[in-house]
Every structure is written in structure tokens, then in C-alpha cells.
């Protein structure tokens, strides 16, 4: 009976004991949410010094909703340009003990990948690919960014107010990634990618080769992350950001000339030449993975009947590479780099 009682009292507890950070990524299920405030001003705040501005959002959850005070600033590089995206991406911030009892409770930081272009289903059809994108890597490691599907309903309450209903994905702050992996961010950069974790460094390049990513830097920092779990030991390099990948083929998305590829749709490993034995356990996770990351495509809600056919086309693509002894060695093993 005691024992009981204790398991009893455990389940009781699991939320807390679990880490609240638990309930936000713990399902795959689209949350609702409506954001109001003078968005206006925070999505002309655009500048090098930008500002946090306050909003109201609403989480619905079951038939209740609830009101949670937050700030919001605009972050990014390229999709913080107007001539890029009209709604640019968002930093999310909160205060713990205005979340707890909620889905938020235990973040703090949360970045929040918008519409970016009004109601045009292109662009819809783009976000839920990069997002697709960020479940793929999911499916291979725990080292990795976690996602969760948002609806917005967007309340503008300035001079002309105006309400917009869009999509949005938020993303797993860094500092809780780091933590949650066993670890913590390594700031800094000038890192050579042949020092950080042999495995995840050939995991994460075969990555960005398989979604047609080209657009990342381990030395300069540009679209990774590095984790340092033990002094002492490589960091492990965990990739965001894949809206200039060729899986999502973003409408603004053009490769880097020195490159030599004509569209981003084109495939070139950028990855760096290891030892073979780290290869190993590579090729393993990615081959048990295919029927599963073709699945995420083929049963996504969200995608378009067009847009599935030519995910898991560019998906089958690269696993006709990777399976193919000759195709692989011509296409990955021959044309890892030597330097930077």
C-alpha cells in the first residue's frame, strides 16, 4: 500500500519532476494561440537595436483559454529584411511565473518562425516544410532543435486595427537544447569543423546534403550551434535554419555563387573529410530512418498533394544516393573538403 501510494504521488508529480520544458515539445499537435498588441510597431522595429514589445497572448486549450502577458522583438538576418518577408521571425520572451500552468511553463526564450508573406499558400507551404525539416532531424538524434506547430490568430490594436490568422513554428530556445542534450553552448566560433564531434559533424553535414542545404558555417557560426558536454571533449554541432535548403526552396533562396550550383535544389556535400569509422554509425541512422522520414512527408496534414510528391522525390533522391555504393562514394565520399 505504501509502495502504491508512492507511485501514486509520483505520477502526481511528473510534470514538475519531468521539467515543464517537457509540455510545450511534448506533443506534435497544432497549438492555437491569438497575439495582441501594437504588432505594428515591433514589426517596423527592424533595425541593428531592436526592442522588446509588450503583447497579450491567449493559449486555447480544451473549451478554456488563457491570457499570458509576453514580449516580442524581431530577430533574423535575411528574413528580417521588408524586401524579404512583410511579418519577419520573432523572439518570444517571457516571465516563469506568468507560465506556470500553462503549455509555456518553464521556457523563458522562444523563437518563433512566422508567415513571413500574407495568406500566400506558397509561402504557408514553405514554413511547413522547414519545419518538416527540423522533425527529420528530430528523427535522428536527440541533438537538435525541438519544434511545435502554431495557428495565430494575430490581433493588430494600433491607428488601423486589423486581425490575420497564420501558421508559425516555434523553436526550442538554445540554452534549453544545450541543456536538455547534457551540455552547454560553446560561444565564440573559429572552430574548425574537423574539432567538433566526428559522428555529429558527419551527421549534421549528410543532413544538410539530403534537405539541398548549403547555407551553414561551423568556423563562422552561421546557422549551427555548438555544444560543449565535457571539458576537454569535441562539442557536438546541432544545425537550424533551413529555409535556404533545397527541400523547402524558399522563392528568395539563391545558392552562394563561389559554389558553382545553379539552383539550391542542387545537391553539394560541404562536409569535411573523416576518418572512416566515424562514418559508420552515420549511414546506419540514416538508413534505418528512411521509411520513417519519408512517412513524416507522406502523412503530413499540411502539405500540399504536390508539395509531398516532390519532398519525397528530392527525399528519394538522396537515399538512392546514400544506398548505392558507387553514387555515394562519387557524390559524398570524394567530395568531402580538405579546409575551410
Not at 33 to 40: A, E, F, S, T, Y
Not at 57 to 69: A, E, F, G, L
Not at 219 to 240: D, F, I, Q, S
Request: glycine share 6%; proline share 6%.
Amino acid at each position: 500500500m505504501i509502495f502504491l501510494r508512492s507511485i501514486l504521488l509520483l505520477l502526481s508529480l511528473w510534470p514538475a519532476l519531468a521539467g515543464a520544458q517537457e509540455l510545450l515539445f511534448s506533443s506534435d499537435s497544432m497549438l492555437r494561440l491569438k497575439m495582441q498588441g501594437d504588432l505594428d510597431v515591433c514589426i517596423q522595429d527592424r533595425g541593428e537595436e531592436r526592442s522588446y514589445h509588450p503583447v497579450e497572448v491567449i493559449w486555447y486549450h480544451n473549451q478554456d483559454s488563457t491570457s499570458i502577458p509576453m514580449e516580442i522583438r524581431v530577430r533574423g538576418n535575411f528574413r528580417r529584411r521588408k524586401s524579404t518577408c512583410l511579418f519577419p521571425p520573432l523572439h518570444i520572451k517571457m516571465k516563469k511565473d506568468t507560465v506556470v500552468g500553462t503549455v509555456f511553463e518553464g521556457q523563458k526564450k522562444l523563437k518563433l518562425v512566422t508567415h513571413c508573406r500574407g495568406k500566400n499558400q506558397a509561402f504557408e507551404q514553405k514554413l511547413f516544410l522547414e519545419y518538416l525539416a527540423y522533425r527529420s532531424y528530430n528523427l535522428l538524434t536527440e541533438e537538435s532543435f525541438r519544434v511545435r506547430l502554431v495557428e495565430i490568430t494575430y490581433v493588430h490594436t494600433g491607428k488601423d486595427p486589423y486581425t490575420e490568422v497564420h501558421h508559425g513554428f516555434l523553436i526550442e530556445d538554445d540554452e534549453d537544447m544545450a541543456e536538455r542534450i547534457g551540455g552547454r553552448l560553446l560561444e565564440g566560433g573559429n572552430i574548425h569543423p574537423l574539432q567538433v564531434d566526428p559522428v555529429a559533424g558527419n551527421r549534421m553535414a549528410l543532413f544538410e546534403y539530403m534537405i539541398g542545404n548549403t547555407d551553414w558555417s561551423i568556423p563562422a557560426m552561421h546557422n549551427v550551434k555548438l555544444v560543449l558536454r565535457e571539458p576537454g571533449t569535441p562539442p557536438l554541432v546541432v544545425p537550424y535554419d533551413f529555409d535556404w535548403s533545397g527541400l523547402v526552396d524558399a522563392p528568395y533562396a539563391e545558392p552562394n555563387p563561389m559554389l558553382g550550383i545553379a539552383s539550391v535544389r542542387e545537391r553539394l556535400y560541404r562536409g569535411f573529410c573523416r576518418p572512416e569509422e566515424s562514418w559508420e554509425p552515420v549511414w546506419e541512422v540514416f538508413l534505418a530512418k528512411k521509411e520513417e522520414m519519408l512517412a513524416l512527408y507522406e502523412t503530413s496534414p499540411y502539405l500540399t498533394k504536390a508539395e509531398k510528391q516532390q519532398a519525397m522525390r528530392y527525399l528519394r533522391e538522396f537515399y538512392d544516393i546514400i544506398e548505392t555504393p558507387g553514387r555515394r562514394k562519387f557524390n559524398i565520399e570524394e567530395r568531402c573538403r580538405t579546409n575551410e
